[in-house]
Every structure is written in structure tokens, then in C-alpha cells.
């Protein structure tokens, strides 16, 4: 499995942009599909953006499509997410996660083997 550690979280307000990153380690990242999660207080784990081990194909849920923006480069072991206008309801948690099967976008939480400890993201109204 690979290590993953993000950064980037704070403090946010509404309409504001912020972007994450998330540093590999330890196996052959470009063999990975990426992913990063968020988990609000309260509520389950959910999917927010997921990116081929090659970089050509994504996938969001319709709740930050067109507002985030996964891509990876695949020579710094680095996966960032560019969150563009962003609401009081995307405060969260924010996780970096790695599965191996690098061709397959998939958005479920058990697909994942790899993740990272997560860096907070607080959007003020």
C-alpha cells in the first residue's frame, strides 16, 4: 500500500477557493486511482472526486460538479483538489484515499486501501 498525506485544509469563507494536496509514498503511485473523500460531523463518509491512475479520467458527485477539480501528477506522487467557490456545507474532513485498481473510477469506500489522516476544511457563511 502506499502512504498518503494531505494538506491544505483551513479556514474558508463562503464563495473563497482553496486546494488540497496530497503526498504518496511508498509503492508506485501511478499504478493507483486517487480519490478524496470528506466526512462532516455528524454524518457518514462520502465521495467527492476520483482520478485515473493516468490522469484522463474523473468523476464527481453532482453535489461539487463544476466547483472541484481532482488532478494528479504522476511524477511528484501528487494528487491536489481545487475547490472553487465553496459553501458553508462542504466543511469537512477532507481524506486523500488510493486504490489499486488504477483503471477503475469508482466512488465506494471499500474500493480504497490507502488513506491518508485527513485535514480539515471549514467554510464560514
Known amino acids: 500500500q502506499v502512504q498518503l498525506e494531505e494538506s491544505g485544509g483551513g479556514l474558508m469563507q463562503a464563495g473563497g477557493s482553496l486546494r488540497l494536496s496530497c503526498l504518496a509514498s511508498?509503492?508506485?503511485?501511478?499504478?493507483?486511482?486517487m480519490a478524496w473523500f470528506r466526512q462532516a460531523p455528524g454524518k457518514e463518509r462520502e465521495f467527492v472526486a476520483g482520478?485515473?491512475?493516468?490522469?484522463?479520467?474523473?468523476n464527481y458527485p453532482d453535489s461539487v460538479k463544476g466547483r472541484f477539480t481532482i488532478s494528479r501528477d504522476n511524477a511528484k506522487n501528487a494528487v491536489y483538489l481545487q475547490m472553487n467557490s465553496l459553501k458553508p456545507e462542504d466543511t469537512a474532513v477532507y481524506y486523500c484515499?488510493?486504490?489499486?485498481?488504477?483503471?477503475?473510477?469508482?466512488?465506494?469506500?471499500?474500493?480504497?486501501?490507502?488513506w491518508g489522516q485527513g485535514t480539515q476544511v471549514t467554510v464560514s457563511s
Open positions: 511508498g509503492r508506485t503511485f501511478s499504478n493507483y486511482a
Open positions: 482520478i485515473s491512475w493516468g490522469g484522463s479520467r474523473t
Open positions: 484515499a488510493a486504490s489499486q485498481e488504477g483503471w477503475r473510477l469508482t466512488s465506494s469506500m471499500a474500493d480504497f486501501g490507502s
